[in-house]
């Protein structure tokens, strides 16, 4: 079938699908189609709102009818929702160019997911080559953080003289020194220097943490792409994988790290049929050891270098709000030059708020989303971003304080809820045995069983021949012990897969729901997320599917699967800027435009860092469609400052909006004067409080 698609493709099909794009869009779409597999290397910039999503879809959907196989397109998203969504967008764009004979081929594309996804996907496949039990399972950070602290305690770090970093801080200093491909002691220097004196104890417990991690056939995060980037090292393995793949493509590239680019380049190390898609203007994310350098540096790592085409008409923002934002970015140290248009004229420039301080910033927002509520605008169009989380509190006091509805994106997740985390670790643990942290979690659901029986219980398993015979073998306590038999033959039935899914799910929790009554009072309530848990994992196909991709890319919350929360006919959005990349809203707000704050204080220390802040007020600019209100307080009180009295802090306007700039603002103090106040005052007789003063010791 394919094939006969492939060879009607080749007798001339129009091209009336691609006719909504423009020129560059175009240009984009068609790169190298006429050549295929050998296609030079594409580096698409796509400003702000310039359409990316839609362009990358239709160079999907163009290659597959121009005649690429789309069994050998991989597409590689930061998120498994921008996976799904692309493959929608693919689906119906080929629809209008194939008609009927689209579903066969958009079905084909089973290569499209994150990097960690389609990761753990060649790792499964590839695992008696490179030395992996297939039946592998894989933590999130919070158990990664669990299993380094139980090597960290068993090496005796938790109990030195001095204090010893915490198992966060361990974990967030080898995911980075993995992830930068950095010496551990540069990693250190550069964003750890307070943990610099124990470099020779941090390489025995990450030693130590890998050592204890293939024991329990477990892998992290960070594993799943250094075992790709360690396949890719081998030349014949390299050869194998990088054969399969006549196209790869990857979006947001500006987010990635240094070793995906390494996987990446070693996968396609000619170039031929890659495209990478991104912005350096919306590079944020080096917390996560992100680098721009990727995308600055792609065309030259091919020769010849790759074809660079940059989207500039923007569809979303007024014109205004983009020349604005085009001068914040224009005084960036080094970037690929763009200029964003837009035919969407408006003789409302961006504002630049002045207000005294926090309180008043919290009140101009309400008045103004308000009166905008009142014009037509609704809440959810309008949206408030800030820098850090905490910048929001007072924010949120008067929100309430007026009965305002809104939602805050951050707080804790779904996956990281207690009873979620339980029926998870069941699943996991009966996937495989050897997982000692999820075993740990499941074992202490017992009553009468604490972490050193479940230790015992662990180490009996590990020592035996036979995991799931180490379970009948174990005497429980007496306190467990009517509930041992049923809890071994549940979790055999799971271990053997013999229920089927989703119906082990069903089992998991129905095990799991006696035990959740007795340690929450809210037992009821936390029923109902496992009944949406039940729902997400009813849309995958396997266990193991549903276990590796909750895991790489969780939902934030029971919304993310559900559509939006209940709680009003409309609600405000509060984001940080960070988790607001890829939205957009009709009118935005930005809290705390001054140095200190935008950039932070804590992000000044070096050239790169300013220039990640620089960007970060871009990003946060380029959301708004209609309108945007930069906030400069004069005062504010930092975090946790006023349960001290008033203590407070000045600031100037940030640095990124020098006077030069201010031509592209329309600036204004609020509140405003109120008509008559200033004749009322000079009317009243003046009091002459230096002589009161004098009288006070006459």
């Known amino acids: 079938m394919l094939q006969q698609v492939r060879t009607a493709n080749g007798q001339g099909l129009g091209a009336a699908y691609l006719d909504a794009l423009n020129a560059e869009q175009r240009r984009a779409v068609e790169h190298g189609?006429?050549?295929?597999?050998?296609?030079?290397?594409?580096?698409?910039?796509?400003?702000?709102?310039?359409?990316?999503?839609?362009?990358l879809a239709h160079r999907v959907a163009h290659l597959v009818v121009s005649g690429a196989d789309p069994r050998r397109i991989m597409l590689l998203t930061f998120s498994r929702r921008a996976a799904v969504e692309m493959q929608r967008r693919v689906e119906r764009i080929?629809?209008?160019?194939?008609?009927?004979?689209?579903?066969?081929?958009?079905?084909?594309?089973?290569?499209?997911?994150?990097?960690?996804?389609?990761?753990?996907?060649?790792?499964?496949?590839?695992?008696?080559?490179?030395?992996?039990?297939?039946?592998?399972?894989?933590?999130?950070?919070?158990?990664?953080?669990?299993?380094?602290?139980?090597?960290?305690?068993?090496?005796?770090?938790?109990?030195?003289?001095?204090?010893?970093?915490?198992?966060?801080?361990?974990?967030?200093?080898?995911?980075?020194?993995?992830?930068?491909?950095?010496?551990?002691?540069?990693?250190?220097?550069?964003?750890?220097?307070?943990?610099?004196?124990?470099?020779?104890?941090?390489?025995?417990?990450?030693?130590?943490y890998v050592e204890a991690k293939q024991k329990q056939n477990v892998l992290d995060y960070d594993d799943l792409l250094l075992c790709w980037s360690q396949m890719m090292m081998a030349p014949a393995l390299a050869d194998d994988l990088s054969g399969r793949f006549d196209h790869v493509l990857i979006d947001e590239y500006q987010d990635t790290n240094r070793l995906q680019a390494s996987i990446l380049l070693n996968f396609k190390p000619t170039g031929r049929g890659l495209t990478v898609v991104g912005d350096d203007a919306q590079s944020i994310y080096s917390f996560r050891a992100a680098t721009v350098r990727n995308i600055l540096d792609f065309p030259g790592h091919f020769t010849p270098k790759a074809e660079l085409i940059t989207l500039e008409q923007n569809y979303r923002s007024?014109?205004?709000?983009?020349?604005?934002?085009?001068?914040?970015?224009?005084?960036?140290?080094?970037?690929?030059?763009?200029?964003?248009?837009?035919?969407?004229?408006?003789?409302?420039?961006?504002?630049?708020?002045?207000?005294a301080d926090d309180n008043a910033q919290a009140g101009y927002i309400v008045e103004t989303?308000?009166?905008?509520?009142?014009?037509?605008?609704?809440?959810?169009?309008?949206?408030?971003?800030?820098?850090?989380?905490?910048?929001?509190?007072?924010?949120?006091?008067?929100?309430?304080?007026?009965?305002?509805?809104?939602?805050?994106?951050?707080?804790?997740?779904?996956?990281?809820?207690?009873?979620?985390?339980?029926?998870?670790a069941t699943l996991?643990?009966?996937?495989?045995?050897?997982?000692?942290?999820?075993?740990?979690?499941?074992?202490?659901?017992?009553?009468?069983?604490?972490?050193?029986?479940?230790?015992?219980?662990?180490?009996?398993?590990?020592?035996?021949?036979?995991a799931a015979a180490g379970l009948d073998g174990f005497r429980p306590p007496s306190a467990a012990a009517e509930h041992w038999q049923n809890f071994v033959e549940t979790m055999s039935t799971l271990h053997l897969g013999a229920a089927g899914w989703p119906a082990e799910l069903d089992l998991a929790c129905r095990w799991y729901l006696p035990f959740m009554a007795q340690r929450y009072e809210d037992a009821a309530h936390r029923e109902a997320d496992l009944s949406q848990l039940a729902q997400i994992a009813a849309t995958y196909p396997t266990r193991e599917r549903f276990l590796t991709e909750l895991t790489l890319d969780p939902p934030d919350a029971t919304s993310d699967?559900?559509?939006?929360?209940?709680?009003?006919?409309?609600?405000?959005?509060?984001?940080?800027?960070?988790?607001?990349?890829?939205?957009?809203?009709?009118?935005?707000?930005?809290?705390?435009?001054?140095?200190?704050?935008?950039?932070?204080?804590?992000?000044v220390g070096s050239t790169p860092e300013v220039e990640e802040e620089r960007r970060l007020l871009y990003v946060a600019m380029t959301r708004a469609k209609d309108q945007l209100h930069l906030m400069v307080p004069q005062r504010f009180f930092t975090h946790g400052q006023r349960s001290f009295g008033d203590r407070h802090v000045y600031a100037q306007r940030t640095r990124f909006i020098p006077n030069a700039m201010t031509k592209h603002f329309q600036s204004c103090h609020w509140p405003r004067p109120k008509a008559g106040s200033a004749p009322a005052r000079a009317a009243r007789a003046p009091i002459d409080v230096k002589s009161r003063m004098r009288g006070m010791w006459g």
Request: neutral net charge.
């Open 561 to 603: 699967q559900a559509g939006p929360p209940l709680l009003d006919e409309d609600y405000l959005i509060l984001s940080t800027i960070h988790s607001a990349k890829g939205q957009e809203w009709s009118s935005v707000f930005v809290l705390n435009v001054v140095d200190g704050c935008i950039p932070s204080d804590l992000g």
């Open 369 to 424: 989303i308000l009166a905008n509520r009142e014009a037509g605008t609704r809440l959810k169009s309008q949206a408030v971003l800030f820098r850090t989380s905490s910048h929001s509190a007072t924010l949120e006091l008067e929100l309430t304080r007026r009965n305002i509805p809104f939602v805050k994106f951050g707080g804790l997740k779904f996956l990281e809820a207690a009873h979620i985390k339980d029926v998870l």
């Open 318 to 355: 007024t014109q205004p709000i983009l020349a604005a934002a085009n001068a914040v970015i224009d005084l960036a140290a080094e970037r690929f030059t763009k200029n964003l248009w837009s035919n969407r004229p408006s003789s409302d420039l961006p504002a630049l708020v002045n207000v």
């Open 428 to 466: 996991r643990w009966a996937h495989n045995l050897r997982d000692r942290v999820a075993g740990f979690r499941v074992a202490q659901l017992l009553p009468g069983i604490g972490p050193g029986t479940a230790a015992k219980f662990l180490d009996g398993i590990a020592a035996g021949g036979n």
């Open 94 to 208: 080929m629809k209008k160019a194939l008609g009927p004979k689209s579903g066969v081929m958009a079905d084909a594309l089973a290569w499209s997911g994150t990097f960690h996804a389609m990761g753990a996907r060649l790792l499964r496949e590839y695992a008696t080559d490179i030395g992996l039990d297939a039946a592998f399972t894989i933590h999130d950070r919070e158990d990664s953080a669990d299993l380094i602290n139980l090597v960290r305690h068993d090496l005796g770090f938790s109990k030195m003289e001095k204090r010893f970093p915490m198992k966060d801080t361990c974990l967030a200093i080898y995911s980075r020194a993995v992830n930068a491909e950095l010496p551990l002691g540069e990693v250190l220097g550069a964003t750890f220097p307070w943990c610099a004196e124990w470099e020779a104890e941090l390489r025995k417990l990450f030693s130590g």
């Open 33 to 55: 189609c006429d050549v295929l597999a050998e296609a030079p290397p594409l580096l698409i910039i796509a400003g702000a709102g310039s359409g990316k999503t839609n362009t």
